[in-house]
């Protein structure tokens, strides 16, 4: 069966530095999201991608967020400069392959951990 | 109006019995609706979902009741098990895009 798998699954960093969370979505999706998970909270959306270029953020997605999708199978999620505030899980998800259609399927996950 | 509110928090339920799971909303553009199990340490996984077009929908244990007047819909798992213990999420489609609107979650225990 199709999954979204996600790199690293845990990564420690001090605040200040750049994180990259890697994402292979499910290879005939054309909808790509981060969805952000801080510890027992839950789900919130960050940012949508289609046709190589954001369609949609929040305003968590401020100007340290950044994504891409720099061939045909990765789509990464840029975080120039952590912030304690950062420390959460962050999913990827896909969905749609002619249309749209809400349906959407999450990545295990990758535990970002800022000190 | 973007929020999707979810009730109750946390809900423990025996072997065998019903449980049920409330959420609301507020956008009357929102079109779908689906239900996500997160079990620990994983990803949310679609369960069930429903457009607004139709009142119930049914898909083994699981069936979700939509009030399209009320702005309300539930999650109802019959004879629930202990293998249900998990986090459910409500949500709603919040965008052309297909941006998920998330419930804050329920915490479902089932004891045996």
């Known amino acids: 069966e199709p999954e979204v798998t996600q790199t690293p699954s845990h990564q420690v960093t001090q605040m200040g530095q750049e994180v990259i969370l890697r994402c292979v979505p499910i290879s005939n999706h054309l909808y790509f999201y981060w969805y952000r998970q801080i510890l027992g909270q839950k789900v919130e959306f960050l940012v949508s991608f289609y046709n190589n270029e954001i369609s949609e953020k929040s305003e968590i997605f401020d100007d340290q967020f950044s994504v891409e999708r720099p061939d045909g199978s990765n789509f990464t999620l840029k975080i120039r400069s952590t912030k304690l505030e950062d420390s959460a899980m962050y999913f990827c998800a896909s969905g749609g392959t002619a249309r749209n259609t809400g349906e959407l399927f999450f990545g295990e996950g990758s535990r970002l951990t800022v000190l | 109006q973007q929020q999707v509110k979810q009730s109750p928090q946390s809900l423990i339920v025996q072997k065998g019995g019903i449980s049920i799971i409330n959420c609301a909303y507020e956008n009357t553009a929102f079109d779908y609706f689906p239900w996500y199990q997160q079990f620990p340490g994983k990803g949310p996984a679609l369960l069930i979902a429903?457009?607004?077009?139709?009142s119930e929908k049914k898909e083994g244990r699981f069936t979700i009741s939509f009030n399209k007047s009320a702005k309300q819909f539930s999650l109802h798992i019959m004879d629930s098990q202990p293998g249900d213990s998990a986090t459910y999420f409500c949500a709603a489609l919040g965008g052309s895009q297909g941006n998920l609107i998330f419930g804050k979650g329920t915490k479902l225990s089932v004891k045996p």
């Open positions: 429903i457009r607004p077009d139709v």
